[in-house]
């Protein structure tokens, strides 16, 4: 699995550009798949972590960006 088009999702997303105009330090630590071959439910994360904060933000790339 590549993680480019993700990426590519949620740098044109309205949500991640509004996290990046309020996050400055924030920088990409983290791809997450899931792929669920049962229920046929997969999961796409990318995940964040704000130094300034000292916490991590996590988005969502199934349905939408969240």
């Known amino acids: ?3 480019k ?4 999702k949620l740098n044109t997303s309205v949500e991640y550009k509004k996290f990046k ?4 330090d924030a920088f990409l630590v983290a791809g997450f798949f899931v792929l669920d071959l ?4 997969n ?3 990318i995940d964040f972590y ?3 904060k000292k916490k991590f933000a996590a ?3 199934d ?3 969240h």
């Open 21 to 24: 105009d309020k996050y400055k």
């Open 50 to 52: 704000i130094p300034s």
């Open 38 to 41: 049962e229920l046929g439910k």
């Open 63 to 65: 349905d939408g960006v």
């Open 59 to 61: 988005f969502s790339l």
């Open 5 to 8: 088009p993700y990426l590519n």
């Open 1 to 3: 699995m590549k993680i």
């Open 43 to 45: 999961i796409h994360q």
